[in-house]
C-alpha cells in the first residue's frame, strides 16, 4: 500500500510594509501604469530592516499549525524552499525548528529559486510515501527585497517578499484508493539557462549576495513553453485532463505569464489562482501564499483538485498535483 500525504494545514504571513508602483516611480524611472501594464503587478510587500526570513517563515508556520490543529512537537520533518536564507548556514529550517519547538525534526532548506515550493513539496511528500516521516512542515519564504537593484527598474519592480507553509500528513487508512492528498509531483531543470535568470554574488564567487540579473523577454517566452510542458505531463501521469482541474495555482511572476499560459492550457481564467497584484514575485512563497489565500475564502474546497506549477532560475521548473 503506498501512502498518500494530505494537506493537514495551511499559514501565511506577508510582512506589514506595503510598497505601490506610485511608492516604486519615487525611487525609479517607471510608472504605475509602466508596471502594471507590463506585468500585472500594482503593490508588494518588504519586509522590515529587522526581518529576516526565518521570521517570515516562522510567523507562515505557526499559522499553518494551529489550522491543523497538531503541536510542533508531531512534526517530522521540516523543508524549507528559499533562495533568501538568512546566512549562508545553518539552514533557515533549523532557524524556524527551533523557534517553534520542533525538536524532534530533522531540517533543511532546498535551493530551485522560483520553483522551491514545489521542490520542497516533492520532497516532504516522498519522505512520508516512504514510510521516513508521518507529518512535513513545508514552507516558501523570500526577503527577496534583499536581493533587487533598486537603480534597475526592469527588475526591481517584479519582486516582494512573503512566506507560506502547508502541513502534509499521512493519515491512518489512507493508501493508494485514498480520494485525497499529493499525487504527483514533477521535477525539471536545465543549468545551459543560466544566464538568463541569476543574482550575480555568492559565497565563493565574490563573497556578496548580489542582484537579481534577468532577461525578460526571454524568461517570458521559456516560462509559458515549460510551464505548459509540465502541466501535460502531470495531467497525462494521472489519467486527467484540463477539465478535470478544480484551480490552476501557478507561481506569481508575472500577469502576463499567468494569461499566456492559461490560454495554451485551455483552462479558464476564472480556475486561475491570482495574487501578483498584490503581492508580486514573492519567489518560493508565492505558491504557498496564493494556495493560503484560496484556501481561506473558500475558493478551494475539500475534494477539489488543485494543479501547482512553477518555473524559476536555474532553470527550474516543477508541478504537483493534489487532491484538497
Same mark, same amino acid.
Given at each position: 500500500?503506498?501512502?498518500?500525504?494530505?494537506?493537514?494545514?495551511?499559514?501565511?504571513?506577508?510582512?506589514?510594509?506595503?510598497?505601490?508602483?506610485?511608492?516604486?516611480?519615487?525611487?525609479?524611472?517607471?510608472?504605475?501604469?509602466?508596471?502594471?501594464?507590463?506585468?500585472?503587478?500594482?503593490?508588494?510587500?518588504?519586509?522590515?530592516?529587522?526581518?529576516?526570513?526565518?521570521?517570515?517563515?516562522?510567523?507562515?508556520?505557526?499559522?499553518?499549525?494551529?489550522?491543523?490543529?497538531?503541536?510542533?512537537?508531531?512534526?517530522?520533518?521540516?523543508?524549507?524552499?528559499?533562495?533568501?536564507?538568512?546566512?549562508?548556514?545553518?539552514?533557515?529550517?533549523?532557524?524556524?525548528?527551533?523557534?517553534?519547538?520542533?525538536?524532534?525534526?530533522?531540517?533543511?532548506?532546498?535551493?530551485?529559486?522560483?520553483?522551491?515550493?514545489?521542490?520542497?513539496?516533492?520532497?516532504?511528500?516522498?519522505?512520508?510515501?516512504?514510510?521516513?516521516?508521518?507529518?512535513?512542515?513545508?514552507?516558501?519564504?523570500?526577503?527577496?527585497?534583499?536581493?533587487?537593484?533598486?537603480?534597475?527598474?526592469?527588475?526591481?519592480?517584479?519582486?516582494?517578499?512573503?512566506?507560506?507553509?502547508?502541513?502534509?500528513?499521512?493519515?491512518?487508512?489512507?493508501?493508494?484508493?485514498?480520494?485525497?492528498?499529493?499525487?504527483?509531483?514533477?521535477?525539471?531543470?536545465?543549468? =545551459?539557462?543560466? &544566464?538568463?535568470?541569476? %543574482?550575480?554574488? #555568492?559565497?565563493? @564567487?565574490?563573497? *556578496?549576495?548580489?542582484? +537579481?540579473?534577468?532577461?525578460?523577454?526571454?524568461?517570458?517566452?521559456?516560462?509559458?513553453?515549460?510551464?505548459?510542458?509540465?502541466?501535460?505531463?502531470?495531467?497525462?501521469?494521472?489519467?486527467?485532463?484540463?477539465?478535470?482541474?478544480?484551480?490552476?495555482?501557478?507561481?506569481?511572476?508575472?500577469? =502576463?505569464?499567468? &494569461?499566456?499560459?492559461? %490560454?495554451?492550457? #485551455?483552462?479558464? @481564467?476564472?480556475? *486561475?489562482?491570482?495574487? +501578483?497584484?498584490?503581492?508580486?514575485?514573492?519567489?518560493?512563497?508565492?505558491?504557498?501564499?496564493?494556495?493560503?489565500?484560496?484556501?481561506?475564502?473558500?475558493?478551494?474546497?475539500?475534494?477539489?483538485?488543485?494543479?501547482?506549477?512553477?518555473?524559476?532560475?536555474?532553470?527550474?521548473?516543477?508541478?504537483?498535483?493534489?487532491?484538497?
Amino acid at each position: 500500500m503506498v501512502n498518500r500525504s494530505v494537506v493537514q494545514g495551511w499559514g501565511a504571513y506577508l510582512p506589514e510594509k506595503v510598497l505601490t508602483n506610485q511608492d516604486i516611480a519615487k525611487i525609479v524611472d517607471t510608472s504605475d501604469e509602466w508596471i502594471s501594464r507590463r506585468t500585472g503587478i500594482r503593490q508588494r510587500h518588504i519586509a522590515a530592516d529587522n526581518e529576516m526570513t526565518s521570521d517570515l517563515a516562522t510567523y507562515a508556520a505557526d499559522r499553518a499549525l494551529t489550522q491543523a490543529k497538531i503541536d510542533s512537537s508531531d512534526i517530522d520533518v521540516i523543508v524549507v524552499g528559499t533562495a533568501t536564507p538568512d546566512e549562508t548556514f545553518p539552514a533557515t529550517a533549523t532557524r524556524v525548528q527551533e523557534r517553534i519547538g520542533a525538536h524532534a525534526a530533522y531540517a533543511f532548506d532546498i535551493q530551485a529559486a522560483c520553483s522551491g515550493f514545489v521542490y520542497a513539496l516533492a520532497l516532504a511528500d516522498n519522505f512520508l510515501r516512504l514510510g521516513q516521516a508521518r507529518t512535513a512542515l513545508v514552507i516558501g519564504a523570500e526577503t527577496f527585497s534583499r536581493l533587487l537593484d533598486w537603480e534597475d527598474r526592469t527588475t526591481c519592480v517584479l519582486f516582494g517578499d512573503g512566506a507560506g507553509a502547508v502541513v502534509l500528513r499521512v493519515e491512518d487508512g489512507l493508501g493508494s484508493n485514498a480520494d485525497r492528498g499529493v499525487l504527483s509531483t514533477h521535477l525539471h531543470s536545465d543549468g =545551459r539557462q543560466h &544566464d538568463l535568470l541569476y %543574482a550575480d554574488g #555568492g559565497p565563493s @564567487l565574490n563573497q *556578496v549576495a548580489g542582484f +537579481v540579473r534577468m532577461q525578460g523577454r526571454e524568461v517570458f517566452r521559456e516560462a509559458v513553453t515549460r510551464l505548459s510542458s509540465v502541466v501535460d505531463e502531470t495531467l497525462d501521469c494521472n489519467g486527467l485532463t484540463i477539465a478535470d482541474v478544480d484551480w490552476l495555482v501557478p507561481h506569481q511572476a508575472n500577469k =502576463r505569464i499567468l &494569461d499566456s499560459t492559461a %490560454a495554451k492550457l #485551455g483552462i479558464p @481564467l476564472e480556475k *486561475v489562482v491570482v495574487t +501578483v497584484d498584490r503581492h508580486a514575485n514573492t519567489s518560493a512563497a508565492s505558491i504557498p501564499l496564493a494556495l493560503n489565500e484560496a484556501a481561506n475564502d473558500d475558493r478551494i474546497k475539500r475534494g477539489d483538485l488543485v494543479l501547482m506549477e512553477a518555473m524559476g532560475a536555474g532553470f527550474t521548473w516543477a508541478a504537483a498535483a493534489l487532491r484538497w
